[in-house]
């Protein structure tokens, strides 16, 4: 069973850090792109950053330059960096990747279930 499996959420105070980690496991034989997203109550979810394979990076405006992603495709794995966090980046966390398994020809995007981030004093 493939399944991607967040962690490292939890509460900040404004200003600090956290890092996000999401790993694809089961029978995978290549992985696209693989992301972040986020939605916060009665928000819908947005992007927040993207990694492909060939390596281009995807972010939004609004956690650029505060916000890193990076993947690791020897263990795949996903993380975020989340730096200088601010009580508006407050939401739950989802992973997202596009995995080519075992019974498909093509590649199917994959969620996480969530890590909750609040960030507040």
């Known amino acids: 069973q493939v399944r991607l499996v967040e962690s490292g959420g939890g509460l900040v105070q404004p200003g600090g850090s956290l890092r996000l980690s999401c790993v694809a496991s089961?029978?995978?034989?290549?992985?696209?792109?693989m992301g972040w997203y986020r939605q916060s109550p009665g928000k819908q979810r947005e992007l927040v950053a993207l990694?492909?394979?060939?390596?281009?990076?995807n972010t939004a405006d609004s956690v650029k330059g505060r916000f890193t992603i990076t993947r690791d495709n020897a263990k795949n794995t996903v993380y975020l960096q989340m730096n200088s966090l601010k009580p508006e980046d407050t939401a739950v966390y989802y992973c997202?990747?596009?995995?080519?398994?075992?019974?498909?020809?093509?590649?199917?995007?994959?969620w996480g279930q969530g890590t909750q981030v609040t960030v507040s004093s």
């Open positions: 997202n990747a596009d995995l080519l398994t075992s019974g498909y020809l093509h590649y199917n995007s994959y």
């Open positions: 089961g029978t995978i034989f290549s992985i696209n792109t």
């Open positions: 990694s492909t394979s060939d390596g281009n990076i």
